[in-house]
């Protein structure tokens, strides 16, 4: 029973969204605004973009940290020979 009665509040926000769209679009200077939250919308999608990258980039950044870390751990187990005597004239 609750059903029907959330579709008609859904339909009705909706035609009240659209009514609202309708009455900015006749509004004096919004298509400026329009203008303006399109070109927000854009950059930001851009900016998404972009910072998935950075998630990309920083795993791979910790995969090279992890081996650099690990074979700087293997030399210092190493053991040093020591250096050999120059050779005699």
């Keep these: 029973m609750t059903e029907p009665r959330k579709n008609d509040l859904l339909t009705r926000l909706a035609e009240l969204s659209e009514e609202a769209k ?12 329009l203008t303006a939250l399109n070109g927000v919308r854009d950059r930001l999608d851009d900016l998404q973009r972009r910072v ?15 081996k650099v870390d690990k074979l700087a751990k293997a030399q210092r187990a190493t053991p040093k020979s020591p250096p050999s005597p120059p050779p005699s004239p």
Excluded at 22 to 33: E, F, H, K, T
Excluded at 52 to 66: F, H, M, S, V
């Design 22 to 33: 309708q009455r900015l679009q006749d509004a004096p200077g919004a298509d400026r605004v």
């Design 52 to 66: 998935r990258g950075l998630e990309d980039l920083e795993r791979r950044l910790t995969a090279l940290e992890k």
